[in-house]
């Protein structure tokens, strides 16, 4: 029994200001200022030490002396120091698996330069199955219907994509001592959404044809904004996510130059992209769409993204081809037997037409922003602007029939 008793302590904190014992380390403390709180002070290594154990007004005497006696246990039986352990715990609060992510997409941002594409993964596909509960409850049968579900949306590459980014989530938590094991470490893509095949498809001239004439007969599920974003594409053979978030401000119709910024360029590289009339009046169009929005394709429905989101023209075209994700009911396939594509393989047919028409090859690379190999990307830095004018002129003459607005 220690020194102090409970009305003896009323009185103290009503005072003068100290710390007063009660006997084996334990003290209350009644501050100048502030509210009194308990404290324990303990010798280790041969150095005093004090750890708060809580305000007084929410841990009373008894309470106090039994986690003191708690905290001495680690010191003396355990040989740690328990002022360590909190200040650890303090700083290691990953409670809930969306805690573990944060912790480790700190590391991705410094690592990835696209650092937001994982994070887009956890938050649509992961999070709201897993993100609130503890690391150590997730089991393999949460990483099975995760990736099955992505899988069967019709998404198998976000299928793998996700079951890495699990694989990195559940080996940072091992690394941590926040679980023991990864969860998700026994699956491969096969489980996935399988070995995915070399990308090298690209449209023929006659199948661009027949998919842009789908596109303009399903108006109802394919939108002019989408039409016109996979004419662009197709015809200046730039990034889905570099056109589909480009602003107002990168884009000068009058001088019929579109500057794309390093910072959006996954190339790491910024470019002046040259205009085809074609695509001035298609920007013009898209201008009028806009309503004011800063943004070239602005997003239609609430979210946080404030401009086209990273899924709908891949959807929109899955769709034409009768698979829409999260339905029971499958559409109608409206496009034939023509191979399914993704909007990624219309930057490739605009390589591979730009060949068809005998530009050259440095000129087309660069018409993708596409660095220089060798000696001639280390020493040639001419960008070669007026030669890619003359490509991307040629190519949308060539397409006028193809893409008919």
Known sequence: MGSLTTKKVESLIKGNPGKYSDGGGLYIAVPKSGLPFWFLRYSINGKRREMTLGKYANMS?????????????????????????????????????????????????????????????????????????????VVARDIQYIIESITESGRPTIANDALLYLKQLFNHGIKLDVVGANPAS???????????????????????????????????????????ACALLLTLGVRKGELTEASWQEIDLEAGIWELPKERSKSGVGITIPLPELCIGWFKELEIRAAGSPYVFPNRRSSKNPFMGADTLNRAITKLFGHEAGKKKQPPNKMGDIQHFSVHDLRRTCRTLLAQLGVPGHV??????????????????????EERKEALTRLSEYLYKVIIC
């Open 186 to 228: 026994a699956f491969n893509v096969s489980d996935a959404g399988g070995v995915e095949l070399s990308k090298d498809r690209s449209l023929t001239v006659e199948e661009l044809t027949q998919v842009f004439k789908v596109f303009r007969e399903n108006k109802d599920s394919f939108a002019r904004e989408n039409y016109l």
């Open 364 to 385: 087309a690379e660069r018409c993708l922003n596409h660095k220089l190999r060798g000696v001639e990307g280390i020493y040639n830095k001419h960008d070669y602007f």
């Open 61 to 137: 005497l008894s309470e106090a002396r039994v986690e003191a006696v708690m905290q001495k246990k680690q010191l003396v039986v355990e040989k740690v120091d328990p002022l360590f352990l909190k200040q650890r715990a303090k700083q290691h609060k990953l409670q809930t698996v969306d805690d573990l992510f944060i912790d480790w997409h700190k590391g991705n941002v410094k690592r990835l330069k696209h650092h937001n594409i994982p994070e887009r993964v956890y938050r649509k596909d992961i999070a709201p199955h897993i993100g609130a509960a503890a690391p150590n409850k």
